[in-house]
């Protein structure tokens, strides 16, 4: 069984940064894709970012040039480094990840708790 653990969210002002950490235990052969998800209140859950294996990387555009993904592969760790927040980025960040393990063919998603991140005006 894959769990994935995050860390770093709090209440930060405006204009403020964070920092989240996800960290993957387990027995994982493979690690593909690793990616952060938002939920907002009311909303549907939407991606944030992604970073493959080999460590390309996507951005939904309300982030693009303000957060930064990035994954330690020998840790099975996957970071988001947010700056420029603003209130609208409120919501609790889900880290996400497509893991290879033994005894189950192919790959499959697992995902963490979550942890909230609340940026005020």
């Known amino acids: 069984q894959v769990q994935l653990v995050e860390s770093g969210g709090g209440l930060v002002q405006a204009g403020g940064s964070l920092r989240l950490s996800c960290a993957a235990s387990g027995a994982i052969f493979f690690m593909n894709t690793m990616a952060w998800y938002r939920q907002a209140p009311g909303k549907q859950r939407e991606l944030v970012a992604g970073?493959?294996?080999?460590?390309?990387?996507n951005y939904a555009d309300s982030v693009k040039g303000r957060f930064t993904i990035s994954r330690d592969n020998a840790k099975n760790t996957v970071y988001l480094q947010m700056n420029s927040l603003k209130p609208e980025d409120t919501a609790v960040y889900y880290c996400?990840?497509?893991?290879?393990?033994?005894?189950?063919?192919?790959?499959?998603?697992?995902w963490g708790q979550g942890t909230q991140v609340t940026v005020s005006s």
């Open positions: 996400n990840a497509e893991a290879w393990v033994p005894g189950r063919p192919g790959g499959y998603d697992y």
């Open positions: 970073i493959a294996s080999g460590s390309s990387t």
